[in-house]
């Protein structure tokens, strides 16, 4: 779980704010939704719970900034 975790979290560009699915590509919207949705399936295999208390193991402002006005 930690080495997917890790993955997840280094998928996400800082530039653009959203998620690529390998290394050197472009973000994409479709990884954006799949990815982050895949942070809080982690939570919910590991605490027994979704993400409660907000803390994100990825810039989320980023993401939003990123569908909202660059998809």
């Not at 998620?19 to 295999?45: H, P, T």
């Not at 027994?48 to 569908?67: D, I, K, R, S």
Request: hydrophobic share 40%; aromatic share 14%; proline share 0%.
């Amino acid at each position: 779980m930690d080495r997917l975790l890790e993955w997840l979290s280094n998928r996400q560009l800082v530039e653009e704010g959203g998620f690529n699915g390998r290394i050197n590509k472009l973000v994409d919207s479709c990884y954006s939704f799949w990815q982050g949705a895949c942070f809080e399936l982690a939570d919910i295999a590991l605490k027994g719970n979704g993400n409660l208390n907000g803390e994100y193991l990825f810039n989320q402002e980023a993401v939003q900034g990123y569908a909202l006005f660059q998809c």
